[in-house]
């Protein structure tokens, strides 16, 4: 599998996920509780701790390959590189992502009531 091919792969499963996310943040009515038949169950708490773990697990992935690569018991340098590059990707986007949420909720608070 080519690197542009399985960032390609990997961005899209971030894309998936966030659209998951945006479906279970429509479903919710305006007095927070769920719409009846909308939803796949997860609440966002859920899909945030997920994605956390999904984010520590590729980087672990990439620390267990880089680590095989630097002992000698891997030989393939692409798919080690691929993995550290994906785990610093994804890490970046969950920072991100974060700055945005303290950002929008600094923005409300400072909202007058």
Request: proline residues 1%; aromatic residues 4%.
């Amino acid at each position: 599998m080519s690197q542009i091919a399985a960032t390609s792969k990997f961005s899209e499963q971030i894309l998936n996920s966030l659209r998951d996310i945006q479906r279970e943040a429509t479903s919710v009515g305006a007095d927070g509780a769920k719409e009846k038949g909308k939803g796949d169950g997860m609440s966002f708490a859920d899909h945030l701790q997920k994605t956390i773990q999904d984010v520590n697990q590729s980087s672990q992935k990439a620390d267990r390959m880089g680590m095989e690569m630097a002992t000698g018991k891997a030989e393939n340098i692409h798919e080690t590189m691929l993995a550290a590059t994906q785990a610093e990707l994804s890490f970046n986007l969950m920072v991100q992502l974060r700055n945005k949420a303290l950002e929008a909720y600094s923005e409300v608070m400072r909202m007058p009531v």
